[in-house]
């Protein structure tokens, strides 16, 4: 088992498969960014992992990015300070065509709140909702 681990973790991405090109994770939390981005990281989830810690600093991304530079998933907090998940929801929903039909968006939150599910749940940009923290299990199960 020891051997396999090892020449895992030697072998190029594009061998073994990684399952998104890049992933972008929204959370004013750092540290779940930092321990969410090792989980991405570690599973061959994501070859490439941005980060951010408020909604608008996504957003200012998004917006200025090349298509081929657009994250294919959104990891998105429901609770941040400033702006939270709704509002990003909102404004990504005034993004071009081109960007809200390339980036598939799975909310994660700490609250249980049934408001919350309900309400991303009607969003169409919402393709999942997540407690957290993220698992191996709950990226195995994202399949978009």
Request: glycine share 4%; with cysteine; aromatic share 8%.
């Amino acid at each position: 088992m020891k051997n396999e681990i090892s020449l895992m973790e030697t072998m190029n991405l594009e061998t073994v498969g990684v399952k998104y090109e890049h992933v972008m994770l929204v959370d004013d939390d750092s540290v779940q960014n930092m321990v969410h981005g090792q989980l991405l990281d570690r599973g061959l989830f994501a070859k490439k992992i941005s980060t951010f810690n408020s909604a608008q600093e996504a957003l200012d991304f998004l917006s200025q990015s090349p298509i081929a530079e657009l994250p294919s998933l959104i990891f998105l907090d429901i609770l941040m300070p400033g702006m939270d998940g709704f509002g990003f929801l909102e404004e990504f929903a005034k993004l071009n065509l081109q960007i809200t039909s390339h980036c598939k968006v799975v909310m994660l939150s700490s609250s249980e709140s049934f408001d919350h599910l309900n309400k991303a749940n009607r969003n169409r940009y919402v393709r999942k909702f997540l407690n957290k923290p993220l698992t191996p299990e709950m990226l195995n199960a994202i399949n978009f």
